[in-house]
């Protein structure tokens, strides 16, 4: 016969296995449909045909852009000359080795050293709730605060396409 302790650790466990995981920033992932944290948006243009979508949940009135990204699965890379002001790649997209080619422009290999050009750069973009549009954020990921009911963007955009994220199918 098992004992009482035994079939507490049990039960713990399988209700904990119900549950999403929570980081040690207090962030943890939701349903998208019913998000009450921030949506997290991933637009990667020219450059891949997949997406991110995700719903990041946390306690309190704000998180860090750079956790609720990080959380997501999204990784960024900032530049050289700005730091995370200016995202160069996301998910190791552009590719350091590969060049990007835009209608009218020269072939371009990002290197993260400056400023992306205006025809190949990636878009940091916000919204404070569902039913608003979205806006270009006016600080970096490594500043700027989001919070809960909010959308975080990110999308690649090239040439005269201004790619904005989107949330749905």
Do not use: H
């Amino acid at each position: 016969m098992k004992s009482l302790a035994t079939l507490l650790s049990t039960a713990t466990l399988v209700a904990l296995a119900g549950c999403d995981p929570v980081d040690s920033n207090g962030l943890s992932k939701g349903e998208l449909d019913a998000c009450s944290g921030v949506i997290v948006a991933v637009d990667y243009g020219v450059l891949s045909d997949q997406s991110v979508a995700e719903c990041v949940e946390f306690e309190g009135e704000s998180a860090l852009a750079s956790d609720v990204l990080a959380f997501a699965g999204v990784t960024t890379e900032g530049t050289e000359a700005y730091g995370d002001l200016v995202v160069c790649r996301v998910n190791e997209l552009p590719s350091a080795t590969v060049e990007i080619v835009v209608a009218g422009e020269e072939p371009y290999l990002e290197t993260c050293a400056d400023m992306p050009p205006a025809f190949a750069y990636w878009a940091l973009w916000q919204k404070p709730d569902q039913e608003s549009p979205w806006d270009y954020a006016m600080e970096g990921v490594g500043t700027l605060m989001v919070t809960p009911g909010s959308s975080l963007g990110l999308a690649f955009s090239s040439g005269d396409d201004i790619v904005i994220p989107s949330t749905g199918p």
